[in-house]
């Protein structure tokens, strides 16, 4: 079956740095890869995706690349907000998702 | 649009007690719909497929008679956990998505059941 693994938070970093939160997955077949993000008392948002290798999606100044060499999807911004703290999920599949364990960013001041 | 309504948003009830959940996709027909259930700190683990007019396909380990599962149009899916106990309490998610693959899925806002 799929698995995705990603760094465990909490990530804690100052507004305007750089953001990288890691994922790696297995999975047989050719899944397409998801960053989810939840905001502090709101429900699962689609932030990116990537349906092929080499893929690059991007959302709001996130960015993610499918490197299927790899099987990596990190997850990629230059200059983080405090509006950016909440919780991030690697997720991979075609109908069915596979869930990462989630990382909570929070961005200070 | 793409908007999923999950309904009630918290339950307390008592050992013993039938509670179900809705899913409902209010701009769009949802053919197929997923349940999951997140446990404390931990990601969201699928439960089970629905399918509109058919049988739902459940995750291995998961109890198909004490999770049932309803999907009586394309609109809308239930979750009905029977005689529910502590550990059933936990927080759960449906989502759905239009047909197709590669169609981003959406999540309802959950429902965190607690059993006394």
């Known amino acids: 079956g799929n698995s995705v693994t990603q760094m465990e938070g909490p990530v804690t970093l100052s507004e305007e740095a750089f953001l990288t939160i890691n994922c790696t997955y297995t999975a047989t077949g050719y899944p397409s890869l998801f960053w989810y993000v939840q905001y502090p008392g709101e429900g699962l948002q689609l932030l990116l995706k990537?349906?092929?290798?080499?893929d690059k999606g991007s959302n709001k100044g996130f960015e993610a690349t499918y490197r299927k060499e790899t099987t990596s999807f990190h997850l990629e911004k230059g200059s983080v907000q405090v509006s950016d703290s909440a919780v991030y999920f690697c997720v991979i599949g075609r109908r069915a998702l596979t869930f990462g364990s989630g990382t909570r960013l929070q961005v200070q001041p | 649009g793409a908007v999923v309504s999950q309904h009630p948003s918290r339950v307390i009830c008592k050992s013993g007690t039938s509670v179900k959940i809705e899913c409902r996709s209010l701009d769009f027909q949802a053919t197929t719909m997923f349940w999951y259930r997140q446990f404390p700190k931990q990601s969201l683990m699928l439960m089970a497929t629905s399918n509109e007019g058919s049988k739902a396909t459940y995750e291995q380990g998961v109890e198909k008679d004490k999770f049932l599962i309803n999907h009586a149009s394309l609109t809308l899916s239930t979750l009905t956990v029977t005689s529910a106990h502590p550990e059933d309490s936990s927080f759960y998610i449906c989502?759905?998505?239009?047909?197709?693959?590669?169609?981003?899925?959406?999540f309802g806002d959950g429902t965190r059941l607690s059993i006394l």
């Open positions: 990537a349906t092929k290798a080499d």
């Open positions: 989502s759905a998505s239009l047909a197709g693959e590669d169609q981003p899925q959406h």
